[in-house]
């Protein structure tokens, strides 16, 4: 995977993420330009220089902003890793369900790391998976944010409810309202698709269904903008 941008690089440079190498424009410059090179520096990771005549041709037609790394294989987690490889600090993970848009992947990603969530969790087949859209979008967070990929997630639900994580899922119009619902210590966030919602396997595991208020005879929000609203909502009844 090539990611792009100088805020995804700088980002992913910062994670644990193994890089193989950085590649500049030449004549790039700026405070984060700057900390790209020290970042790479730092961590052994070769910087190739490119003239800007070849720019479009080494990093593409992407608002690359003359810079790009190049991401060794990601490592997805499974829910056998919660507790080890993936420590549980905020009691708080994201699920995905069904969601397949990459712009909402990266916008939720970004929301999620920024409310503490611990990771966030995807369908393998029914859903987006990582890619340098969703990277970008997420300004480089969501490759500091440990993605559990799962064939059937409906499963890893169930699975993760016996081991006492209680499931809140969002929906349109049934269920409490978000400004009056209570959070769990440890809470499964499901966020389901802008068209059909959270799959009705998944609806079954649902110990708690939580709705966001709408005015002005707006239907819903969009699945990155509402998780945005809930994940803030999470942290502010918390603290």
Same mark, same amino acid.
């Given at each position: ?14 994670? /644990? ?145 016996? /081991? ?76």
């Amino acid at each position: 995977m090539n990611i792009i941008g100088r805020k995804p690089v700088l980002e992913l440079l910062r994670s /644990d993420k193994a890089v193989k190498r950085v590649v500049l424009v030449l004549g790039s410059q700026g405070r984060i330009v700057g900390d790209i090179l020290s970042a790479a520096k730092s961590k052994g990771i070769r910087v190739d220089r490119v003239p800007s005549e070849r720019a479009t041709q080494v990093l593409g037609h992407g608002n690359h902003q003359g810079v790009l790394a190049e991401l060794s294989p990601v490592t997805y987690y499974s829910i056998r890793d919660i507790n080890d490889t993936i420590p549980i600090e905020n009691g708080l993970i994201v699920v995905l369900d069904g969601v397949t848009d990459q712009h909402h992947l990266g916008a939720i990603a970004r929301s999620a790391l920024a409310a503490g969530a611990d990771a966030i969790m995807l369908q393998e087949r029914r859903g987006a998976l990582p890619n340098e859209i969703s990277v970008k979008i997420s300004a480089g967070t969501l490759l500091r944010l440990p993605v559990i990929v799962e064939t059937n997630i409906s499963r890893a639900v169930e699975l993760l409810k016996k /081991d006492g994580w209680w499931v809140h899922g969002t929906f349109g119009e049934a269920g409490t309202d978000l400004w009056e619902h209570e959070w769990d210590e440890m809470t499964l966030l499901v966020i389901g698709s802008e068209g059909d919602g959270i799959s009705h396997r998944v609806t079954e595991f649902c110990d708690h269904k939580v709705r966001i208020p709408m005015g002005n005879e707006v239907e819903s929000l969009s699945a990155s903008a509402a998780a945005s609203v809930i994940l803030f909502d999470i942290v502010r009844k918390r603290t």
